[in-house]
């Protein structure tokens, strides 16, 4: 992929605050809005105040309550007789105390167009796509209750939303959150299948994982310790609770999960306390330090 140049306006002249993005060549327009100043988009003659009375889609970010755990929920909103749009649709959200991650989220980002020519059609089919891709990375928590409905598109049409999640991709991940990328990208399952630096856990169990973009990936159907020593870090302790959902009944991954580090994944594996660069090693001997 080529290189990209992505445009960040600082509506509020602060990182922290309103941040608007726009690509070259590009229809589509990005915002991501504090939960905090969703009533500073209300009124005036601005573009976010304009951009947000149009049809698009939305992500309530945040922390599950009880796990730490990030989480997302996937919206759409259309235009309203009363000529209200996105705004209207998450400031439901931000009322309505009944909804179990009410209180969870804590950002929004929104998606639309510069001219606002997305139907009920397209949004349907971009909900549920990135609802999808969202449920597949196993990065957040998908707090969507149904799968939304994909709609019925055209060929064409498939083409070109296609692009635009590719675009919208890229910058929600500059925004901060990569939300909708597979742990292990395609180039990095090739390499793995490849044998081009896989690393194996030094003991009983049998465990593989690679180097990525990001960290050290624990590979599906590695194996673990059914028991957690005392000693085990407290993070160790956090992760198998946290991915108790991504292990079977005979403690084996069934999905990649990502680590910050190979002794993250290593005491992940083990149970306990150790040293990636001491129990991760490839066919040849080398260790993640000699990469």
């Not at 001219?115 to 949004?123: A, D, L």
């Not at 939304?148 to 060929?155: K, L, M, V, W």
Request: charged share 25%; hydrophobic share 35%; net charge neutral.
């Amino acid at each position: 992929m080529r290189g990209k140049t992505i445009n960040f306006f600082l509506i509020d002249g602060e990182p922290t605050k309103r941040i608007k993005c726009t690509l070259q060549n590009w229809t589509g327009i990005v915002y991501k809005i504090p939960r905090a100043m969703l009533n500073n988009c209300k009124d005036g003659a601005s573009d976010i105040v304009r951009h947000l009375k149009q049809t698009g889609i939305y992500f309530l970010l945040g922390e599950d309550s009880e796990s730490g755990e990030k989480i997302i929920y996937i919206g759409q909103a259309v235009v309203r007789k009363n000529g209200e749009g996105l705004l209207c649709r998450i400031q439901e959200h931000k009322r309505n105390n009944k909804e179990k991650y009410w209180s969870e989220w804590n950002e929004v980002i929104v998606l639309t167009t510069q001219n606002n020519s997305f139907g009920p059609t397209e949004i349907s089919y971009l909900e549920n796509q990135f609802t999808s891709l969202a449920k597949e990375s196993h990065r957040y928590i998908v707090k969507n209750g149904n799968e939304p409905n994909q709609g019925n598109i055209t060929e064409e049409k498939e083409s070109e939303l296609s692009e635009y999640i590719d675009y919208a991709k890229m910058i929600i991940g500059v925004l901060g959150h990569v939300v909708f990328d597979p742990i292990v990208k395609d180039k990095e399952k090739r390499n793995a299948d490849e044998n081009a630096v896989v690393f194996t856990y030094k003991g009983k169990l049998k465990a593989n994982g690679i180097i990525t973009d990001e960290g050290f990936a624990l590979l599906k159907g590695s194996e673990l310790n059914p028991t957690i020593s005392k000693s085990a870090h407290s993070f160790t302790i956090k992760a198998r609770k946290s991915y108790g959902n991504l292990i079977d009944e005979n403690y084996r991954t069934t999905e990649d999960i990502l680590f910050s580090s190979p002794s993250a994944a290593a005491g992940f594996v083990g149970g306990c306390s150790l040293s990636g660069n001491v129990m991760w090693v490839t066919a040849d001997g080398k260790t993640p330090k000699d990469f």
